[in-house]
């Protein structure tokens, strides 16, 4: 585990009652705390690393993804072939540095959807990824072995795992996660603009829609820049459907449109997984089929080595 | 009360226990279940109207606002000097109907800021207002004994009492309540457009951004086309912020600006009411010092019948 904050430190309690685990953190404060709650915390990233190697150990990038450039560069020297995974809200761009300064190292990119406003390790918990999604990215390229490590990694802290394509998971999580932040801070400003008798009629619909806007500015800024151009289209979308509401209100006086179509939508939101058919997977285009899964909006429930290979369950959106 | 749904409904069961109520609704299945429910329901609005006019009743207009002219209208023929109020989400609008339509009521705006995404007469509760804010307009015309009655009832069911200019409150509330309900709009059609894959990654916050979207359209309807000049001047304001920000970011790749700016406006917004002094009002000008109560985030905690007038009591923002 390098890194030990929310998302690090809350694995390494998850897996911590599964499996050996072990970390390094670059914060001597975070270290120190980590240690007095009995985790085992190696004192040099170098240390860790050899320990890795030595071991076969399951890698997991879990600082923020500014720094992964340069842990990824340490990583390509001094443990090569490792086992790798990351819980960045990016995707392509982390698939690229890896093939750029770790080409040899067994990776396989992960994305725990279970980010809250808070951070560092003691906001960690063991639960913070139970019945949430964890997407586990995939290519032509992937070895099924190690994303079978990872997919059961995941599995063993309770996510529900989803396959998907590196550049599939940039478009959706620009449009469900990193848009939300930037509405959720455009609207904190333009309440704020409204004065104090604004502020003080402040409730429900503000309260949540501002929200995520109390998530660190260093932590948007790192998963929002990173996802560029998928973000840039999810922008002008709803810079378009804002846009024409905004021209029908002022011309016509009428909210018809954005009213029925935003209500409908959320409506088929809520009802989304009412229906999820079991399924197995198995046989040689298991990456093909478990793409499949996420694209329909599955997920895989278990993973089981078998004499054959490996035997997948997954829930598939069953069609009415 | 005229219209026994959320709000009137809700208002019915916290007043019942304090103080003799009757109500009308024009939905004889209503009716019925709230005379089940053990409420007092008058078969007509003219039985209703001139039970009022009789007993000197306050007449709450709790019906959808789209509803309001029919109603004033009768209320101006059958009741035209009843003390009245309402519960609409916009002010400026109703205000000129009442002056249209039954101009010698004495009537007070209200805006109990206490709406959830349900409705109607099942949904309501007489916890609906305990904790939140409900707005009383004042303008110079107000009769304070007018005033005091309706802050009252809003004080008797539990609310704290923002007293308000009108206009002043069609503004604020474009900005934290129905601005809210068309970024969530658009924000589940975007996220929609993403597909299967998105809406199963969707968690926090986009569920928490679009959760107001779960309204019925014609409810958001009849309050966001009532306020259009001050809504529209809102969305200008968060298309503004967004534009800006989704030029930074195909342009330079950062999303400084918006990150910064909407993380601190959200931070203000949650430590608002840190610092509250208790203030007593009293004297001749008891209008101004209410509206500079409102205007500056303050409420009114109490109002209290003298031998010589009013005495209110309040809370006013404590600058450091």
Redesign the interface.
Known sequence: MLGLGLIGGSLARAVGPLLPVFGWTPSPGTAQAAISDGYDVEPSLEKALGRAARTDALVVLASPVTKFRGLLRTIGELAPTVRLTDVASVKVAVEEDVADLAPGTRYIGSHP?A??AASGWPAGSAALFRG??W?TALTDDSDIDDWAMVAGLALAVGSRV?P?DPQ??D???????H????????????????????????????A???????????L??AM??TN?DA??D??????G???V??GS??ST????K??????A??????H??DQLAAVTLDGDDLVDQLLSV??????VSGVKRTAGGLTISAWY?DEE
């Open positions: 959807m980010g809250t949430t999604a997407v989803v998907a599939a998971h478009l959706a999580v620009a449009r469900v996660s848009l939300p932040h930037l509405l959720a801070l455009a609207l904190a400003q333009v309440g704020e603009q409204g004065g104090a008798l604004a502020l003080s009629l402040a409730a429900g619909s503000f949540d829609g501002t929200r995520v806007a109390g998530t660190r500015p260093e948007v800024r929002t820049e560029r973000l840039v999810a922008m002008d979308d709803a810079l459907i804002l846009g509401a905004r209100l002022a006086g009428s909210l018809l954005i009213a029925q179509a935003g209500h939508a959320r409506d088929r939101f809520e989304r997984s996420g694209a329909a909006g599955g997920h959106p």
